[in-house]
């Protein structure tokens, strides 16, 4: 890890169970672990999801570099946790003596704009069942990238979401994405578990979406 | 080591789409453009690559498809980097990560506009809102010392805010609830809501931009009624193929006659359970109830189709080919998966008389 002692006047502790920042407080600094793990989570519908563990030596709160926008998640800390909090006035002079940082900064923002660029290919179209199906898409999509190389069952596909989340993804309200979805099953294009749900044929979702985007 | 290569005008670097990504490429002289589709406006833009600037970096770094086509315009040198190559570079030169971070980060703000600008329409809480429900949600489940900062916090930022009185009365709660039971202990604590009629009354009131009052609807979840509940319910069991169970939790919802969305619904489903369980001649019964009761159901192509299945499971061939074609006569949208379905199964029946 890059020698980062010089850097001491940015460093905060946090206990256990403390939050670092909250889902929907204006942000405008972002965060290197340096120990201990960070818990990001969000509250949708009425649970709280964790989204991601964190670790030394990643990155948290990088959206903050885009001015006034609120958090999209909490920050909490798991055990005593050490980061550095850096903003934009102070973060070059971090960057300049550790291009290591720089560079996962700069893959995070690579994976940031091609989530952004999804989600809006999401958003726009107008079919609300394309864009439930879209959501699995974007999903699969992501999951390859993760298992790149692994055998896939065939055009059967299984994703650990809850309606909920397919909601927050599709920009719909959770009631009409459990209609949709209840339909699919109906059409038997899906399988619905309380935990999970299985696209039977993802290239039929596929074609599906195609059909429904304006050319 | 990058590798120098030669690309005549008129070549392509790389294509939209390419899945393979794993280079990046700088222009050392003659001249590349790249185009592309606007996602928000679809049309193709067209930038210059400059002599001695990088391209293909993000979809290399973030391993997704070529967003781009790198069309050459003029006989192009180009030196090519694979990605651990690429790191090695740029780690000796931090400010072309810098600047790259700069391009990047204005590229990401722009995207996160147009997703936001959209999701307005739809879903989006005031930033407002949201941090006094997220404090909610932790109060509620007891969770004090996150409720006292998000409650602090919206003090912080909201101090003449709509919501500050009670703001203020859930971080008191908060506080002494802490003190009193410690972290996840004690009783439900009594949360305060928004003053009723504050927030549709006067939007723009508050001292921070206001939303519209329906940003302030509960969560679609809780709203879904009982039945609705019990009918994906039983959608699911039927989903995992246990259709004796779906048929029963069907039946239930049907008999009980709360909701006349879900029980139309739920009625169509029965039949398809007492389908799937092989029982055709009640299926059929069931169906032909249906047809007579609900001659305008959303799902008449449907029900007509499980007719057609449940004759052609019988052998009654004729009579199934009949239903179907009475799908293919009603349904305009070629691509809607009934029109499809009867269509396939009408030329499967025909096949097997005439083969």
Known sequence: MADLSAFTRFARTY????????????????YLIQSGKVRIAKIVGDIEKTIDVLQPPEIFGEMAILEGTPRSATAVAVDTVRVLEFNRANFEVLMMGNPQIALRLLKLFTKRIYDQKRRFMILTLEDPQAR??????????????ATAGAEQDGEKREFKVTIEDVAHWGGMGASEVQTILGH???????????????VRNISDFSRFVNSRRKK | MPKAANYRANSVIYFQGDVISDKIYILQSGQVVVNYTDIETGKDLREVIQTGEFFGVKSALGKYPREENAVVVSDAQVLIFTVPEFEQFVSANTRIILKMLRVFSNQLRRIHKQVENLMEKSEALSPEIGLFRTGEYYLKNRMYSQAKYVFSRYLTYYPAGKLADAASKNLETSESCMVKFGDGKGPSPSVAGPPAGTLSAHPGAGAAPAKPADTLRPQAGQALSDTAKEYYNAVSLFSQEKYKEALGEFKRIVEANQDPEYVVKAAFDMGRSVFMLGQFDAAIAHFTRMVQTYPKHPDLADILYYLGQSYAKKGDVERAKGFFRKILTMEKDEDNSTFLRAKKALRGLEEAQNG
């Open chain 1, 184 to 198: 699919f099953a109906n059409q038997r294009r899906v399988e619905l578990y309380p935990d999970r749900v299985v």
């Open chain 1, 132 to 145: 439930v199906a879209d959501v699995f898409l974007m999903l699969d999509e992501t999951q390859a990238a």
């Open chain 1, 15 to 30: 206990q256990a169970g403390e939050i670092i920042f909250s889902e929907y407080e204006p942000g405008d600094s972002f």
